[in-house]
């Protein structure tokens, strides 16, 4: 009996973590869709399931009476759904633990994984914040190098699977919290000064761009860890982290050829 509530627990995270991601990869990628169509085009005029559709975008916010839409349960779930997944999945089936590696118990690697976790988002969010923000090149090779750091260092620390998985949890992470706590405050922010009569800080428009293009570029990398676990070729390789380090550069390809279309 408690392997099979274990097992439908598992399959219910799962099946809300996928759905989840879905709905907001989706709709990240379809306003970066617009905002690349806005080039060209003043309005954009669609169609889809027999429904007309003509989108405008301010220039400032504008206050209008009317239901003002905002997307970020989709990110709040994914997040949620995911972390009950690693517990129950790796951090609770011992799954990250492997003595030929490093010689731990399970507890020690699930405080150790969520301890990097956080150390993880707290370099990320200071490196974008400080004023190499400005300096997209220089960052995103900064951040590259970083992160392969990061897949070299859990490659000593815990199982091959385990360690792959470790950080798609923590780009996941960040993505989560680029929304909570970056894009969504500083739409708030502006959506307030608005109301106030005060004129916006559209930088704060810019750095909330910034992470949600940042998140385009991050979730390819994130899908193929997800999927990875099914294909031991992947984390089972003689050189796991060169094989991950490889495939962040072709996701991010990937993305910037999606972005540009």
Known sequence: MYFDVQEWLNLAFRWTHVFAAIMWVGQTYFFTW??????????????????FYIVDKQKRPEIRNQTLHWFKWEAFFTLVSGFLLLILVYYHGAIMVDADVLKMTAWQAAGLSLALIAAGWFVYDFLWISPLRKHEVAG????????VGAIVGVAHLFASRAAYMQIGATLGTFMALNVWVRILPAQRQLIAAVKSGIEPDMRLADLAKQRSKQNTYIVLPVVFIMISSHFPGTFGHQYPWLVL???????WGVARII???
């Open 34 to 51: 617009l905002d690349h169509t806005f080039q060209n085009e003043k309005q954009v005029w669609m169609v889809h399931s027999g429904g």
């Open 140 to 147: 995103t090779i900064l951040s590259y190098l970083l992160l």
């Open 245 to 251: 380090s490889v495939l962040v550069l072709i996701g």
């Open 259 to 261: 972005r540009t279309r």
